[in-house]
């Protein structure tokens, strides 16, 4: 709406000053104005360029090949880099590390959604409990794996809860694939659900107040209100959510990176192509892996923004 | 009655619980920070509290054999390099497209908002090799580089607010013979000082946190910000969780002051970036 005033009001093509002004300086003056927004833009666009979009292609150049990322030799050697991802079992396992992730994901937006729905009400303590909520999102990572390698310790925090309630288990958490993964994706729903929870509580508390005024009359009780009003107020930030907690899911770095380094069954993609391109020298391969991954969540960017069209893209 | 008060209750308990989630496995870090190396052996358990609430000894320790100084001086350098050219790069960009009608407005536009989809892990195996030729590898410009030139989020930020800064201010500097450099300087960049605020809080909160980044491109020990500092623990105090917890700590509480002191800047900045 705003946009189409504005178009209006701003002259279609830069005039040149009115006034007497000689014709030569009035296109000396245009040209000048042709130019400037470029002065502007250079430093960014190279920048743009040189960090987002040489990388990537290069990346993709880098996967047909078996260079090492150190000596000047490379060889042309087609889709083998790739061949060698879907058939070795071992290089695409780490995909399904993403699923304890992705089911951890599920748990983290719906009490993010509990959270947000029930501190929208009138509840004593509010900013309390919601600083507390958010707090975690806000802590360095690094800080946040040695609390928790703290944590699942043996005799650390978490045995020493549980012997006071009378388990004597002395578990060790991080012993083996399952449990590790478990405890893992837990910590990354102790990190990330702050955020997710405040988008939520943003978005609840634009919902104009008269809505559940007029629904309390009509006799909707809590649950109706959640459903008829509040689900359909929060659709495009639980929509980004998803969006946010997919791709996260594929991307999990930090957190296995800091307490295991991957051992145990706890390697996730992005480790193992760390682990590919710096440590084994394999910058073909981990090139092809890197490709593999930003073509999954492009794909899923993509089926999103097809799912939810509401959530426009705003093209300025 | 009775069944609202129930659900009340149970409203509460789940509240209450959920800041005990939150704050348990802090607390126990923070009271292991306090205890000494002999308290800890004893294996009297996660939960006791330290014989003396105020020894600190881990904390010098942390900071001198954990080089945490030279750690937060590294991070702060950082901080405020990549923050200032952060918004001086998302200011123009925004000023630029939003402002002017040129050739290629929409195809840069689209290279903006196309990049803003590329996850940065992603493409760090083809980065590296650039940061590498450019000579940047092992220094404090790598990180500040990748800082400045991939913030796609605060161009948006900034583009948003321009918009809203009505054109007849500027027509009317325009008038008065200002070019687009003074319009830029006097007129939209003072106006943006809310994009700024939120750009500086989430771009601070991120480069203080953030791992991945310095972890490849500086390894050097002088160039240790505060997460390579802190992750360098592992392995000289390997058993000693009192000297761990108390770097965990100081990392922390610098956070915690921030967000005690700008608690609704850190909200509406966080759900900006996060929706925009």
Not at chain 1, 44 to 65: D, E, G, H, Q, R
Not at chain 1, 141 to 158: E, K, R
Not at chain 1, 186 to 201: A, C, I, Q
Not at chain 2, 244 to 261: D, K
Request: aromatic share 14%.
């Amino acid at each position: 709406m705003t946009d189409t005033t504005r178009k209006a009001a701003r002259p279609a093509a830069p005039t040149a000053p009115a006034g007497p002004t000689p014709p030569s300086a009035a296109r000396r003056t245009r040209r000048w104005r042709g130019v400037t927004p470029w002065l502007f833009l250079i430093g960014p666009l190279v920048l743009l360029i040189a960090f987002t979009y040489a990388p990537i292609v290069n990346m993709v150049a880098y996967s047909f090949t078996d260079w090492d990322g150190v000596s000047p030799e490379l060889h042309y050697t087609g889709a083998e880099n790739y061949a060698e991802l879907f058939t070795r079992p071992e290089l695409f396992e780490v995909f399904l590390v993403s699923g304890y992730y992705l089911a951890a994901s599920v748990v983290q937006i719906a009490a993010a959604l509990y959270f947000a729905t029930v501190l929208s009400f009138n509840v004593r303590f509010r900013n309390f409990f919601k600083g507390v909520l958010f707090f975690p999102y806000l802590i360095n990572g690094v800080a946040i794996g040695f609390v928790f390698l703290y944590f699942f310790q043996d005799g650390g925090t978490l045995d020493a809860i549980l012997s006071l309630f009378g388990y004597d288990g002395d578990r060790a958490w991080l012993g083996t694939p399952a449990s590790a993964n478990v405890s893992l994706a837990g910590v990354s729903v102790w990190r990330y659900m702050g955020l997710n929870f405040v988008l939520f509580l943003g978005a609840i508390q634009s919902i104009p107040g008269e809505l559940y005024e007029a629904a309390e009359l009509d006799g909707a009780n809590r649950w109706q209100q959640f459903r008829h009003i509040i689900a359909p107020g929060i659709r495009p930030v639980l929509s980004l959510s998803v969006i946010l907690s997919v791709s996260g899911s594929l991307s999990v770095f930090e957190i296995p990176y800091i307490m295991t380094g991957g051992a145990t069954g706890t390697e996730t993609f992005v480790i193992q192509t760390v682990k590919l391109a710096f440590q084994f020298n394999k910058t073909g391969l981990a090139s092809a892996a890197a490709v593999v991954l930003l073509l999954i969540i492009l794909a899923v960017t993509w089926v999103q923004r097809r799912l939810v069209p509401d959530d426009k893209v705003d093209l300025v | 009655m009775t069944r609202r008060a129930v659900a009340r209750a149970l409203v509460y308990l789940s509240l209450v619980l959920a800041t005990l989630v939150v704050l348990l496995p802090l607390t126990v870090v923070f009271l292991t920070s306090l205890k000494t190396s002999g308290e800890m052996a004893d294996d009297s358990g996660a939960l006791t509290l330290p014989d003396d609430p105020l020894n600190f000894g881990n904390y010098v320790t942390a900071f001198q054999d954990g080089r945490m100084l030279s750690a937060f001086g590294n991070t702060a350098l950082i901080l405020v390099v990549a923050i200032g050219g952060t918004v001086l790069i998302g200011s123009m960009t925004a000023y630029a497209i939003d402002r002017f009608r040129f050739r290629f407005r929409k195809l840069v536009l689209a290279l903006f908002l196309v990049a803003a989809l590329v996850p940065g892990v992603t493409t760090q195996v083809a980065t590296f090799q650039i940061v590498n030729s450019l000579g940047m590898f092992d220094s404090l410009w790598a990180p500040i580089a990748l800082y400045m030139g991939t913030d796609i989020v605060s161009i948006y930020i900034f583009l948003q607010f321009v918009r809203a800064i009505p054109v007849s201010l500027d027509e009317s500097a325009r008038i008065d013979g200002a070019n687009a450099f003074t319009v830029y300087r006097k007129i939209i960049f003072p106006l943006l000082k809310p994009a700024i605020a939120t750009v500086v809080i989430v771009k601070g909160i991120n480069v203080y946190n953030d791992f991945y980044i310095p972890f490849l491109y500086m390894p050097s020990e002088d160039l240790g910000v505060i997460s390579t500092s802190l992750f360098r623990f592992k392995g000289p105090f390997g058993a000693h969780w009192e000297t761990i917890s108390a770097g965990a700590i100081l990392v922390i509480v610098p956070t915690l002051i921030v967000f005690l002191f700008l608690q609704r800047f850190i909200y509406n900045g966080f759900t900006r970036g996060a929706t925009k």
